[in-house]
């Protein structure tokens, strides 16, 4: 769908910025958006495989509406997910505009996208000249039997690693590969993601699985940790773990004795990092989340319908945020499941 707009878009405020932070004093600088609900995949460990679409997509100018007020309030990294977000049409306009964005500090916005990676083939390149910065793949198995069982899809893990390649070929690099580990699912897969990571130069990170399934799949047990990841690939190829660039990386980071090939492992479960949390989401009809783990969304896009203006939305947005959740709950007694599903929510 074209844009109106043909001049860079300062987003700039009409009354004096505030930063968005929480009452736990975190700086709220990334924001994550789901672009839409809809998936062509059914990961058993996401998706029961019986429902469709369940929340309502904005247009592609509101969610550019909505992210351009975060930007006046200091996000400087915007992450486009769903669902799968190459479902949804409009896609390239909208990184065109987001591509068009300055932050606070006059810079470009960083752009980048998770996918499944199933159509990335086609889009890709389109994607990389509309000013995308980045993608990381979703990928749960390094061979294609346990892939396909995982996604329910055939023939999906071709089209995901023609994908993989296409991304690395336009340059949306460093290619990230997410992979979620469930024992007994594809915890077998762990020392050929290290491989993977080599032989492909992509990093690998491995998720620790979180209660966020549409069914009741989650369990203590089924969450493959951190330690075990890590010892596991050591017998096979020793680590070196590598230093952390930002308080609010997520990832603890592991290269090998040769220096060739990134490992992550991102493990909210066993080593929550709640407190250099420094993320928003907004859903695809446009509620915040100020946690995976909320009971609670806040309607931003009822009160844009409503008619409020930029200054008031914004200050919506600010006081929002201050009442971030501290961290989650996870595997405490008393935990409740959020409402919506991961691929509700937007990962
Ligand atoms: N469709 C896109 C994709 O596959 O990357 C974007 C949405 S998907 C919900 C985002 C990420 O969340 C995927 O990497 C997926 O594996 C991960 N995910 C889904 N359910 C999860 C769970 N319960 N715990 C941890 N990660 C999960």
């Known amino acids: 769908m074209p844009m109106v707009s043909t001049s860079p878009l300062p987003a700039s405020l009409s009354t004096a910025p505030t930063r968005l932070t929480d009452s736990h004093g975190r700086v709220i600088h990334d924001l994550r958006v789901s672009i839409t609900d809809r998936?062509?995949?059914?990961?058993?460990?996401?998706?029961?495989?019986?429902?469709?679409?369940?929340?309502?997509?904005?247009s592609i100018e509101e969610y550019l509406r909505l992210i351009k007020l975060f930007v006046g309030l200091g996000i400087t990294k915007?992450?486009?997910?769903?669902?799968?977000?190459?479902?949804r049409r409009g896609l390239v306009d909208l990184v065109k505009e987001l591509a068009r964005l300055r932050g606070w500090d006059g810079e470009p916005l960083d752009l980048a996208l998770t996918t499944n990676g199933h159509l990335l083939d086609g889009l890709a390149e389109p994607l990389k000249a509309?000013?995308?910065?980045?993608?990381?793949?979703?990928?749960?198995?390094?061979?294609?039997p346990t892939f396909e069982r995982i996604t329910r899809v055939p023939g999906s893990f071709q089209k995901m690693l023609e994908g993989i390649r296409a991304a690395r070929a336009a340059a949306l690099t460093p290619l990230k590969i997410n992979c979620v580990l469930l024992r007994g699912f594809n915890d077998d897969q762990i020392e050929g993601f290290a491989h993977f990571a080599r032989e492909e130069n992509?990093?690998?990170?491995?998720?620790?699985?979180?209660?966020?399934?549409?069914?009741?799949?989650?369990?203590?047990?089924?969450?493959?940790?951190?330690?075990?990841?890590?010892?596991?690939?050591?017998?096979?190829?020793?680590?070196?773990?590598?230093?952390?660039?930002?308080?609010s990386e997520t990832a603890r980071r592991y290269t090998f004795e040769d220096g060739v090939g990134e490992i992550g492992i991102i493990a909210p479960v066993s080593e929550a990092f709640c407190g250099a949390c420094s993320r928003v989401r907004l859903t695809s009809d446009g509620k915040i989340r100020t946690c995976l783990f909320s009971q609670v969304e806040h309607d931003l896009y009822g009160r844009l319908r409503a008619g409020e203006s930029?200054?008031?939305?914004?200050?919506?947005?600010?006081?929002?945020?201050?009442?971030?959740?501290?961290?989650?709950?996870?595997?405490?007694?008393?935990?409740?499941?959020p409402s919506r599903s991961m691929v509700h929510i937007g990962g």
């Open 130 to 144: 509309a000013g995308l910065n980045r993608v990381t793949v979703s990928m749960d198995a390094v061979d294609a």
């Open 310 to 337: 930029d200054t008031e939305l914004r200050q919506y947005i600010a006081a929002t945020v201050q009442g971030k959740e501290a961290r989650h709950h996870i595997g405490e007694p008393g935990f409740l499941k």
């Open 202 to 247: 992509v990093v690998v990170r491995f998720i620790e699985f979180m209660p966020l399934e549409e069914g009741r799949l989650w369990t203590p047990e089924i969450v493959v940790p951190l330690k075990e990841i890590v010892e596991r690939i050591n017998r096979v190829l020793p680590l070196v773990p590598m230093p952390a660039r930002e308080a």
């Open 39 to 58: 998936c062509n995949y059914k990961c058993v460990y996401c998706r029961t495989g019986e429902v469709g679409a369940q929340y309502p997509e904005l």
């Open 78 to 87: 915007v992450r486009l997910t769903g669902g799968e977000p190459l479902l």
